[in-house]
């Protein structure tokens, strides 16, 4: 074999080694940065989830609430309000991740149906006969069950957000995320009333 010959495949070989270690690093990293991505998007399916169950459980506790409290009406309008300003259906594309502000309005709008839910729960200091009532006390508890799952998934969906974010803004990573169209994922925050806990008493 001729020594331009073996020049020729070594330069070859050298090439290919490069390029299939730059193939390798681009695709771990795109596939990686995807995983990642997936799993905000699986997060957001599941804090969804626990939003649909408050908003199920919503009529079930008003109407045992009403059976008690008829003179409530503000409280009970409230409600109704907050309840079809969250719509039928929790169910927000995942894409709602992607803007800050569309993010807000959602927990703003979820934000406000719970704030009239610990309204709702707070009137019934005044009906002792609705306290013991098995029904309400059941519901009772389905809807703090669910509030703590809300809190859960909301803390878990962060987390994944928070992992996913610095992965796109790592070198190299930054340099395909920009490319390949990752966008940085938003945050819940904390509800301005939540700075100060409210009291309630039962």
């Known amino acids: 074999m001729s020594l331009v010959i073996k020049k020729t495949l070594i330069t070859v070989g050298i090439i290919l080694a490069v390029f299939l270690c730059c193939y390798s690093c681009v695709s771990g990293t795109y596939n990686g940065l995807v995983s990642k991505e997936e799993?905000?998007?699986?997060?957001?399916?599941?804090?969804?989830?626990?939003?649909?169950?408050?908003?199920?459980l919503v009529p079930n506790l008003v109407a045992t609430v009403k059976g008690y409290a008829k003179h409530e009406s503000d409280v009970f309008t409230q409600i109704a309000d907050a309840r079809s300003k969250a719509g039928g259906v929790v169910n927000i594309d995942a894409s709602v991740t992607d803007d800050p502000e569309r993010l807000a309005e959602f927990q703003r709008i979820q934000d406000s149906l719970g704030g009239?839910?610990?309204?709702?729960l707070s009137v019934v200091e005044n009906y002792p006969d609705l306290k013991a009532d098995q029904n309400f006390l059941a519901l009772q508890d389905q809807l703090e069950g669910t509030?703590?799952?809300?809190?859960?998934?909301?803390?878990?969906?962060?987390d994944f957000a928070q992992d996913y974010n610095v992965s796109i803004r790592r070198f190299p990573a930054v340099i395909l995320a920009n490319n390949m169209g990752f966008k940085e994922k938003s945050y819940f925050s904390a509800a301005t009333e939540a700075k100060t806990a409210p009291v309630v008493q039962f």
């Open 39 to 56: 799993k905000v998007k699986a997060q957001w399916a599941q804090v969804e989830n626990q939003y649909q169950r408050r908003y199920d």
């Open 116 to 120: 009239a839910l610990q309204r709702l």
């Open 147 to 158: 509030e703590n799952r809300i809190a859960v998934e909301r803390k878990r969906y962060n």
